[in-house]
């Protein structure tokens, strides 16, 4: 790493997608314009049209945003779940641009590029802390795999032919078991995701809770719950059927052998967000989902 100007930032995007290419010369100009470093993947330098003062680092490891202010990241979902992996092993906080179609994480639209320039330059932002979940995998008594979350665990069936089996724990105590295709342990953050389309509670980031909703159940009480932030939740995959699988916020899978159990309990470590708005969750769900307000009149004064 060669940059030795004062201040860095780590630059992460989807470089499939033409338009973050275009993001990424217009948010790398912009910074170094202003002095700023710019740090990016030699990986994903190749499909980028950089100038010779970004510095490139070889390997995706937390080490290679030492020294940086902020992470980055322009991109869909996925590209910013893949940021939060960064965001979380190195502490620093990630701003994500949005450039799919839905983006909760995300703080910017890609019309909003010049904007994020200005606002870093300034260091006109806000850092707040998300919750994540931490994941145990048991089988016979032993761990055999950990793994984290910062929108939820999904345990699903590995196949479409047969149901998944399982029972629910919270806390230790069972609370009910059905066959399904699966079941999401979720944050508040990841309601808006993967739960969200289970048919889950959509659930303010500041409110501390942890979900659990069962997906397709066959059973007459396959409510979606919400516990406390320091509930401990498991799902017992039963040891007769077929082996299931462990998704962790779409990205990292591992095989669940029949008879494992999978808990959940609130992460050790959150991941840090970069806000450059004031505006309410209620204002960023009815845009994100387009829900008709036709009619609103507001609150009497």
Same mark, same amino acid.
């Given at each position: ?12 995007? &989807? ?10 010369? /217009? ?6 314009? &202003? ?61 994500? #641009? ?14 909003? /590029?010049?904007?994020? #320039? ?9 850092? =707040? ?8 995998? &048991? $089988?016979? %008594? ?9 929108? =939820? ?25 059905? %066959? ?8 508040? *953050? ?27 159940? &066959? ?5 979606? /719950? ?9 799902? =017992? ?26 808990? #959940? $309990? ?8 970069? $806000? ?9 769900? #009815? ?6 307000? *036709? ?7």
């Amino acid at each position: 790493m060669t940059q030795n100007l004062a201040r860095t930032v780590f630059l992460l995007a &989807h470089t499939g997608r033409p338009a973050a290419i275009r993001s990424a010369e /217009l948010v790398v100009k912009g910074l170094l314009r &202003h002095g700023i470093g710019v740090r990016v993947l030699e990986e994903e330098a190749r499909d980028l049209p950089l100038p010779d003062e970004v510095d490139l680092v070889k390997e995706a490891t937390p080490q290679c945003l030492d020294g940086c202010e902020l992470l980055i990241v322009l991109g869909g979902d996925g590209t910013l779940l893949r940021g939060a992996e960064f965001a979380r092993a190195s502490g620093v906080p990630m701003l994500g #641009v949005n450039l799919g179609r839905v983006g909760f994480l995300a703080e910017a639209e890609r019309d909003d /590029l010049d904007r994020v #320039v200005d606002r870093v330059v300034a260091r006109s932002y806000e850092v =707040e802390e998300r919750m994540t979940v931490d994941v145990v995998v &048991h $089988r016979n %008594g032993d761990i055999v795999h950990t793994d984290w979350a910062l929108n =939820e665990a999904a345990v699903q069936k590995a196949g479409a032919e047969k149901l998944l089996e399982v029972v629910l724990e919270i806390d230790g105590r069972p609370v009910t078991g059905f %066959g399904c295709d699966g079941v999401v342990l979720s944050t508040p *953050t990841g309601s808006t995701a993967y739960a969200f389309s289970a048919g889950g509670p959509v659930v303010w980031p500041e409110v501390e809770a942890l979900l659990m909703v069962p997906i397709s159940a &066959h059973a007459l009480f396959a409510k979606p /719950l919400v516990t406390s932030p320091d509930s401990v939740l498991a799902v =017992e995959v039963l040891p007769h059927i077929p082996p299931g699988v462990l998704w962790c916020d779409g990205r990292r899978t591992v095989e669940l052998p029949p008879g494992a159990r999978v808990e #959940v $309990r609130r992460g050790a470590v959150p991941v840090r967000l970069a $806000r450059l708005h004031h505006s309410s969750f209620t204002d960023r769900l #009815v845009a994100k989902f387009a829900l008709p307000t *036709t009619g609103w009149r507001g609150a009497p004064h």
